[in-house]
């Protein structure tokens, strides 16, 4: 114990680094949240005692240390706090998505039998309400925003700002209990549980001990040299491992300010206002934010398209290499000053990105020229690979050696081998400690000896030593006549064109690969805009002839790319189809992560693979599709299936030798 | 003359409804020859929502404009918070707390929505033109007073991704939602609002529906509204008052106005035997 806690200098639990910034950086700014149009910042000595009157209001009204407090609402201060909160009166956060639907959160609530419940307005209130007969251990239910609360039956029911007031007026006797409390808290204790999204089954829940959480977010933090003056921005969902690492793991080790967007659809400009220094973004953020540039530069006038498509040559040719350090002539370097005065930082600085010192991505495989795009603006955009599992970090991308095929060497701390079948295991200071409730999965996932399979398949390059990872594990299967079927590899390649927002492909055990695509509608929007195609819904546009057959063009280039590959040759697609409807977490098909639920898609739209095999031309069909607020409805449509050209392997083979 | 200050009740989902605020008496309003409106009385009491709805040409705008004081009836009286109202203009009628948003969106379209809601507080500018040009001082303080009542406006609406947008770039939906914020800044006692769902769709008059109901909820604030999609009126409003060709053919709770027969007669035809 005592050993233990000279290595972090006794700071073991993330309540404590709140005492050790608010007196070490008292003043500096912990949180900014926009709110009636003005930035309101709250600094490190602020945020502890809203924390302080939030947690001795926790005890006042029966918190008990073991407890499981849900956490319901987009990112905003108070619900960071809610957690910190939490953390300090011995219970344990469960922050949850709040796009979820109710029955979603049914399943959670009940499995961690949260006693307590902090939402953030009414919609989120209303949810658990409507479930809370289910929920046998649910007994409080504390909301942020009262708009819209004064009729409800306030017994189970407090407003957080009551609930601090509570806990500030009963501060003489309720003190000695939190600090109690709070002092008990070692490296062991429970720092947070988050649910997996489940790409199959019911979630499971990951708990993530002080060690994991103040262990990772310590070394990830001295791998990129984050200091205390960074600013991130804080968007992505707070039930994700991710956001709890860089916003309150990361924020709280270095001290950094969080800075909290107005609304959902004030991102953007929330971006530009603050500007972050560390900024992270799943690769479709950025996939969409350059089909908006591309788009609006389309529209610009003949004179400003000129210059962007000459300067961003010259960056593509250079940039990069000035961002990695790389020798570059005087001349180029020159123009590239001049570009970045022209072009590249009025860019930046509209997308928000002027101040991007490390910037990360992950999640899913982002298109090298996506990725390129970015670096030869010069913003450091690099890859990390991770999981909830491994409290996120399992390998990242040092500066100077970023490549948008891998996603980089072990973060400190991390362990990594790969098995024969080809699957990625790891050992770290960052791994879970166990699912809640479910020993099963967690022998199922973890060694005694602490290895954790990722579950994806991947190999480590030998001159470079990082990693590349090619799929699933599980959906990496074998074709009909044996050769090597990996779904994500051609999936992505389809991805990279702006026109494909998601790709799904078929082969497994088959002869032949086919594949569903959904259509991008900013994208073919603004297309058929240009080329005068009216359209009047999405269905109507995903079965245009023309976009058909630009869809094909793709495909078959596709087919030509993959072909090159001699392990997955056999992957090429000989047959596809666009679908008549955007595969949606609502129904089902994506999980709220957005990654396509493979065998969910199979089993819902088997006629239509069933169609393709058969080699039918076109086929009828009827799709059940929820909205948003749990009502359900279908949508039918007419289906034109398309054949693409493949490279004949054995040829292409034979020629090669 | 009856007591202008009756009692209030209760309504069906437990709201306490008070005495009367405005009280229109035997109102007859005539176009040339056209009789707009014939003989009509009816209350509009505090805190309560108050629909007028009619087929169309009913006379209910004209009814509108006569409570917003637009036009001036040639007979009746028109009694608001226990006086009665002498003819008035429309400025001085908002002095009095009325406020009220147009079937046709009448916004200034080439400034952003900002300044659109900032013009509802303009009742609230006190300082004057040559103390505006120095700025520095008290037209600042008056300003930023200002800008933060509207603030919680645009946050109530939840309208602050297009704060700074021309108006005239908005779809039609959102740009109902500005004229209502704009309304709003004025933090009116009485709000009228003519056809506030016409042109909606599904989606958008659920929003709109909740935000009357917020704001009547939220600010205590008495709203009269002329709508003709019954479906919303009847799960809006308290009491409505049904016109037909310029005469009051009903008045009272939605279930009372569903089974009255020359209402149903007036919106679904007499059969002629």
């Known amino acids: 114990m005592a050993q233990s806690s000279q290595a972090t200098d006794g700071l073991q639990s993330i309540p404590a680094l709140l005492h050790r910034n608010a007196t070490e950086m008292a003043d500096s700014p912990a949180y900014r949240e926009k709110q009636f149009g003005i930035w309101q910042s709250w600094t490190w000595r602020q945020s502890q005692r809203e924390i302080n009157n939030l947690a001795r209001g926790l005890l006042n009204i029966g918190v008990n240390e073991g407890d499981f407090i849900a956490i319901i609402g987009r990112n905003r201060p108070y619900m960071y706090w809610s957690m910190v909160a939490a953390q300090s009166v011995g219970a344990i956060p469960v922050p949850l998505y709040q796009d979820a639907a109710a029955e979603e959160m049914a399943y959670v609530l009940d499995h961690c039998g949260a006693r307590f419940v902090i939402a953030e307005d009414q919609e989120q209130v209303d949810k658990v309400i409507e479930i809370q007969d289910d929920l046998h251990q649910f007994e409080h239910m504390i909301y942020l925003d009262p708009r819209g609360m004064r009729k409800y039956d306030h017994t189970q029911l407090h407003e957080f700002s009551h609930i601090q007031e509570q806990g500030h007026a009963a501060r003489d006797e309720l003190t000695p209990e939190l600090e109690r409390r709070r002092s008990k808290l070692t490296y062991d204790s429970t720092c947070v549980m988050l649910y997996t999204s489940g790409t199959t089954g019911k979630p499971k829940g990951v708990v993530l001990s002080n060690r994991n959480v103040i262990e990772t977010a310590k070394n990830s933090s001295e791998f990129d040299k984050l200091r205390a003056n960074e600013e991130i921005l804080a968007y992505l969902p707070m039930a994700w491992v991710g956001d709890f690492i860089f916003s309150v793991g990361q924020a709280y080790w270095c001290g950094f300010c969080v800075n909290c967007p107005e609304s959902a659809e004030t991102l953007t400009a929330d971006l530009r206002e603050i500007g972050p220094t560390y900024y992270f973004a799943p690769p479709r953020v950025f996939e969409t934010q350059l089909t908006n540039v591309m788009i609006r530069m389309e529209d610009a006038g003949p004179l400003k398209r000129k210059m962007f498509h000459h300067f961003m040559d010259h960056a593509k040719k250079v940039g990069g290499d000035i961002l990695d350090g790389n020798k570059v002539g005087l001349g180029d370097r020159l123009k590239y000053a001049l570009g970045d005065l022209l072009i590249y930082g009025p860019l930046k600085n509209t997308l928000g990105f002027s101040r991007v010192r490390v910037g990360y991505t992950a999640g899913e495989a982002i298109g090298p020229e996506i990725f390129s795009f970015y670096r030869s603006l010069g913003i450091n955009l690099k890859q990390l690979y991770g999981q909830t599992e491994a409290t996120v970090f399992i390998t990242a991308q040092p500066d100077g050696q970023v490549r948008a095929d891998t996603v980089g060497v072990p973060s400190p701390g991390v362990e990594l081998k790969i098995d024969d079948n080809g699957e990625v295991h790891y050992r770290s200071p960052g791994v879970f400690e166990y699912y809640y409730k479910n020993e099963e999965s967690t022998k199922g996932t973890k060694t005694d000896d602490g290895w954790v399979a990722t579950g994806d398949a991947g190999f480590l390059e030998k001159d470079s030593g990082h990693l590349r990872i090619i799929d699933r594990a599980k959906d990496v299967g074998k074709m009909a006549d044996g050769s090597m079927f990996a779904p994500k590899f051609v999936e992505n390649k389809l991805k990279f064109f702006p026109n494909v927002l998601e790709a799904v492909l078929f082969g497994n055990g088959r002869d032949r690969c086919m594949a569903f695509i959904n259509i991008d509608l900013t994208a073919v929007g603004n297309w058929a805009e240009r080329n005068n195609i009216a359209y009047s819904s999405y269905q109507e546009l995903a079965g245009h002839p023309k976009v058909l057959e630009t869809i094909k063009e793709h495909v078959e280039e596709v087919n030509r790319s993959v072909a090159e590959d001699e392990m997955l040759s056999g992957c090429q697609i000989h047959r596809f189809l666009v679908l008549h409807k955007e595969l949606d977490a609502d129904d089902g098909e994506m999980t709220r992560t957005r990654k396509v639920r493979r065998r969910i898609v199979e089993e819902k739209f088997d006629d239509l693979i069933a169609g393709l095999y058969d080699g039918k031309s076109d086929i009828h069909t009827t799709t059940e599709v929820t909205y948003e607020d749990g009502r359900k409805g279908s949508i039918s449509a007419h289906l034109t299936l398309m054949d693409a050209a493949v490279v004949p392997v054995s040829s292409a083979k034979v020629a090669a030798e | ?273």
């Open chain 2, 1 to 273: 003359m009856s007591d202008t200050m009756e009692e209030g009740y209760i309504t069906e989902d437990g709201r306490k409804i008070g005495g009367t605020l405005m009280e229109m008496k035997n109102i007859t309003l005539r176009f040339g020859g056209v009789k707009a409106i014939t003989d009509i009385s009816f209350d509009i009491k505090e805190g309560e929502i108050r629909a007028i709805i009619g087929p169309n040409g009913a006379g209910k705008s004209s009814m509108l404009n006569v409570i917003s004081g637009f036009y001036v009836p040639q007979e009746g009286e028109v009694w608001y918070k226990g006086a009665k109202r002498p003819p008035m203009k429309p400025y001085q009628v908002a002095q009095q707390g009325i406020a009220r948003t147009f079937q046709n969106i009448a916004l200034f379209e080439g400034m952003s929505v900002l300044d659109n809601v900032m013009t509802g507080r303009l009742n609230y500018m006190k300082t004057n033109m040559f103390q505006q040009a120095i700025w520095k001082g008290k037209a600042e303080k008056e300003e930023v007073e200002n800008r933060e009542f509207v603030e919680k406006v645009i946050d109530f609406l939840e309208i602050q991704s297009i704060r700074k947008t021309p108006v005239a770039r908005l779809p039609y939906g959102l740009k109902k939602r500005v004229e209502l914020a704009r309304a709003l800044a004025a933090a009116p006692h009485l709000l009228l609002l003519d056809e506030p769902m016409a042109g909606m769709n599904v989606e958008e008059k659920e929003d709109m529906s909740r935000f009357i109901l917020d704001v009547n909820d939220e600010f205590g604030t008495t709203i009269a509204l002329i709508e003709h999609d019954m479906g919303v009126v009847m799960d809006l409003s308290d009491r409505v008052v049904v016109m037909d060709y310029g005469k009051k053919i009903g008045d009272g709770t939605p279930d009372e106005v569903r089974n009255n027969q020359d209402v149903i007669d007036a919106y679904l035809g007499v059969s002629h035997d």
